[in-house]
């Protein structure tokens, strides 16, 4: 239907347009009114009408039929590949969003992983720091129970020297040990 009120318009659009060119030139006559022209044209219009539509229009509309096909195929692909674009496109955000979250989550058990070494560090070398101190207090303590001993044995020794020349005779070893003994006992209660 459609080729067909094309054909008829496109025939009599033909027609007029001769008609109209006849008119105006001066070289060709006017078609007589009567029978025969108006038999003579319409048979010339049936045929031109039957070797178009046969012919000619059937390549033209294929033609076009092809042309639209093609772009209907060109705008299904375009669609498509919108979709997939917008597909990719929203899957990259998520991962982009996903990378983000697993970064911040590797970021806070990275810190938290920081302050636990860094308590476990600081209490580590406060407990290293205490066996420090309690070492170097005992190690002061033994030098001076030792330094006292010393000088508790040297006064013993002097006190000893300084009786013996004060008696003027001969101190023997067990005067000496208990002096001596005697000297620490009275040290000992006078420093505690």
């Known amino acids: 239907m459609k080729r067909c009120t094309l054909m008829t318009f496109l025939a009599v659009a033909a027609m007029n347009s001769a008609a109209l060119a006849a008119e105006k030139s001066s070289v060709i006559e006017a078609p007589k009114s009567g029978i025969i022209p108006a038999a003579t044209a319409i048979v010339i219009f049936v045929i031109v009408f039957a070797i178009l539509s046969t012919m000619v229009w059937p390549k033209i509309i294929a033609g076009l039929d ?88 040297e006064s013993v020794n002097l006190a000893t020297t300084m009786a013996g020349k004060i008696l003027q005779r001969q101190v023997t070893a067990e005067d000496q040990q208990r002096l001596m003994d005697e000297s620490l006992a009275e040290m000992k209660s006078v420093n505690s």
């Open 66 to 153: 092809e042309r639209n096909e093609k772009i209907t195929g060109e705008i299904a692909a375009a669609e498509d590949a919108r979709k997939q674009a917008k597909e990719a496109l929203d899957e990259y955000e998520k991962n982009l969003a996903d990378a983000r979250a697993e970064a911040q989550k590797m970021l806070e058990e990275t810190k938290t992983q920081q302050s636990a070494l860094a308590a476990q560090l600081k209490a580590s070398a406060d407990a290293e720091l205490s066996a420090m101190r309690e070492k170097a207090i005992s190690e002061i303590d033994a030098a001076k129970k030792q330094a006292l001993n010393e000088l508790y044995t």
